[in-house]
């Protein structure tokens, strides 16, 4: 199988996942645009931290400053260049943004630009539709943090085309992960999963069975799960656990509707690592738990 790098790389929200997303692309040696509608600074901060990191690990093959040369980031999607062999959105979990800016997109591109979205739960199906030509669309799941991970979720809609799927999974294979390729599904497979998981882990801890050390422990030695589903829970944020169950729920069925301790949780504040307090007391500064 070939591996080929894409050339040029655009990436849409410069966040947690966008900078993570730049960053591996830049890695392989594509140029990378970043188009951050909100702090740029930041979000090219998030980049030379990833970069350090990777470099601390001895996983740069450059500097972090040459691979850093490769990347910039622009304000405007009107900057996104239009030979980008990728665009890779990866703005708030928000149908209209998304679409918002997928249709925005694909006005400044050239007809040989593939298109993704890096949505953990949305309908590719449904967001493709604003565009003129939907078979360049495709779902491209990354996990977080983006380096370390090495998985990639392909999700194809009815629509999404077989050049797009083969370019997607190339790129992936460039980036050395591995991909799994499903069908356009709510929560495809991985969100599914990992979501219903969680929830029944907060139920068995609502209902007293046991604690959230025990239920972790449980899952990690006896099922061997690199990480229990209470400290994963912690980690993806307690609220955007909460918002995909609720979409999980009203389109899969009541399985998924959230335990009352998950929305009690968020409505106190405690959405997990990043406020110090989930189901673990953590240390904002060193993200340890305590
Ligand atoms: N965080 C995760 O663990 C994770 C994992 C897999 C997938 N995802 C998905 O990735 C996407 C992004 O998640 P995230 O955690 O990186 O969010 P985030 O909030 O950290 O980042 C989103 C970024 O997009 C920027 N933005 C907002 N509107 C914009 C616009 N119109 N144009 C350009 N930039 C804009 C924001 O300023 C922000 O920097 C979501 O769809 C999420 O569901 C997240």
């Known amino acids: 199988m070939t591996r080929q790098t894409p050339d040029t790389v655009a990436v849409i929200g410069g ?11 830049a890695t392989l040696g594509s140029e990378v645009t970043v188009i951050e509608a909100g702090d740029r600074d930041a ?6 931290k990833g970069l350090d990191v990777a470099a601390a690990k001895g996983k740069l093959a450059a500097t972090p400053g040459q691979v850093l040369s490769q990347v910039q980031v622009v304000a405007d999607i009107a900057d996104l260049p239009a030979d980008s062999a990728l665009v890779v959105e990866a703005v708030p979990e928000d149908v209209a943004l998304k679409a918002d800016v997928l249709a925005a997109a694909e006005k400044v591109v050239g007809a040989q630009t593939v298109l993704a979205t890096n949505t953990s739960s949305l309908s590719i199906g449904e967001l493709g539709v604003v565009l ?4 360049r669309f495709i779902g491209m ?10 998985l990639v979720e392909i999700v194809r809609s009815e629509a999404t085309g077989e050049a797009t799927v083969a370019a997607v999974v190339d790129y992936v294979a460039a ?14 497979a991985t969100s599914r999963l990992g979501v219903a998981l969680g929830l029944e882990a907060i139920r068995v801890l609502a209902d007293g069975v046991a604690d959230a050390e025990s239920i972790d422990r449980a ?4 099922y061997r799960h690199a990480m229990g589903p209470l400290r994963s829970t912690d980690l993806v944020g307690l609220d955007v656990r909460l918002a995909i169950a609720e ?11 959230p335990p009352q301790l998950l ?12 406020a110090g307090q989930g189901f673990y007391p953590w240390d904002t500064a060193t993200k340890e738990a305590r």
């Open 219 to 222: 899952m990690e030695l006896g």
């Open 175 to 188: 980036l050395g992960k591995q991909s799994i390729v499903v069908q356009d599904s709510p929560g495809f």
């Open 141 to 150: 799941h990354f996990f977080n943090p983006v380096p370390a991970s090495s």
């Open 43 to 48: 979000a090219h901060a998030r980049i030379v």
């Open 15 to 25: 966040g947690r996942m966008g900078a993570g997303i730049a960053q591996v692309f």
């Open 263 to 274: 929305r009690d949780k968020v409505s106190r504040g405690e959405t997990g690592r990043k």
């Open 247 to 257: 979409h999980l729920a009203s389109t899969l069925g009541a399985r998924f509707e």
């Open 132 to 135: 003129a030509d939907p078979s």
